[in-house]
């Protein structure tokens, strides 16, 4: 039987993350400059909303567990110039692709494959949100 507060604590981590996401990439979406920016709006701007998606399907699940979702807003990083606003977003995605990992071995675990599942999308969405900014960043693997 699934440890249901060690799995709620764990999604609500990971909202925690979604929503500081979202207040990132919505700020970063109108407040970037330069010649390159309406594309790196754009996408800041789509991916601010896939954050949002992830953050509901947080919620719906963790209120489905008998818990209460978070409110709270992770770390949000703000000012710079363009690339330091990529490099910013970047450095988010990677901090919930580590924590997101953790989560689908924690629902491994504890026999919550529902939960692992939608983590693992999660994770999938945000490792090709990652691809996007190491591309703008010519970021090598």
């Known amino acids: 039987m699934a440890d249901t507060k060690k799995i ?18 919505m700020k ?3 407040e970037v400059e330069g010649l390159e920016s309406p594309a790196v709006a754009d996408i800041a701007k789509e991916t ?8 509901e399907a947080l919620g719906e699940r963790i209120a489905y567990l008998g818990g209460e979702p978070t409110k709270e807003i992770g770390s ?5 110039d363009l690339k330091k606003m990529i490099q910013d977003d970047l450095a988010a995605e990677n ?11 924690l629902c491994q675990e504890e026999g919550d494959f529902t939960s692992r599942r939608m983590m693992e999308q999660i994770l999938h ?8 900014w190491e591309s703008l960043l010519g970021v090598k693997k």
């Open 28 to 30: 970063h979406h109108y």
């Open 95 to 105: 901090t919930a692709i580590a924590e997101y990992r953790e989560i689908i071995r």
């Open 76 to 80: 949000i990083a703000t000012g710079g």
């Open 48 to 55: 601010g909303i896939d954050e949002m998606k992830h953050a």
């Open 8 to 25: 709620i604590d764990a999604l609500n981590r990971a909202r925690t993350l979604e929503l500081a996401a979202i207040v990132q990439y």
């Open 125 to 132: 969405d945000e490792e090709g949100h990652a691809d996007n």
